[in-house]
């Protein structure tokens, strides 16, 4: 699933369309409506979905005047190596429950004779205890954010004239 961007009538090769995975949308769309100051509080939601929510001229204008800004004052670094460090926390965390499901697995093989069981088909208790297992993965590794990814979000604002987000 990804986040597909059209421009209004282009003014430019690059403002036709823009593509980013969930994973890269979530944290760069974040990024965009708590650090800009362009997009509108009751617009902001409509940001996490692909449903068709329209961005004007005037703010796709905005928003890669401010984000050029929040690149020469550093914050677009600043949030990257945030975001680096939370994700190599999530990363560590993330092993150890790997190595907990792993164990968790042997179990249920151990327990019924199935060498390629899948965790929904666990038997009940073993299924309770990788869910909750599960449940304790940093999700946080998942969403990286990069200057680079900045940049190209700047061209297609700029030459957009207005976007689409689908």
């Known amino acids: 699933m990804g986040f597909d961007l059209y421009g209004k009538k282009a003014k430019t090769e690059k403002g036709e ?11 760069l769309a974040k990024f965009v409506c708590e650090q800009t100051g ?19 001229a005037n703010e796709a ?3 890669a005047k401010q984000l050029r800004y929040l690149i020469k004052t550093g914050q677009v670094d600043k949030y990257q190596n945030e975001v680096e460090q939370e994700q190599q926390k999530a990363e560590l965390r993330n092993n150890k429950v790997k190595k907990l499901l792993a164990k968790l697995e042997k179990k ?3 327990l019924s004779g199935n060498a390629d069981i899948a965790p929904f088909e666990y038997p009940s208790p073993l299924d309770e205890k990788w869910q909750k297992i599960y ?3 940093d999700n946080n590794s998942d969403y990286p954010f990069t200057k680079d990814n900045v940049e190209e979000f700047i061209e297609f604002c700029e030459g957009s004239n207005g976007f689409t987000i689908c």
Do not use: C, L
Not at 17 to 27: E, G, M
Not at 38 to 56: L, Q
């Open 17 to 27: 369309y823009f593509r980013n995975n969930v994973w890269w949308w979530r944290r």
């Open 38 to 56: 362009v997009v509108d509080d009751k617009d902001k939601e409509a940001w996490n979905y692909n449903d068709g929510h329209s961005v004007s």
């Open 61 to 63: 204008t905005q928003i």
């Open 108 to 110: 249920a093989v151990k």
């Open 135 to 137: 449940g304790m993965r």
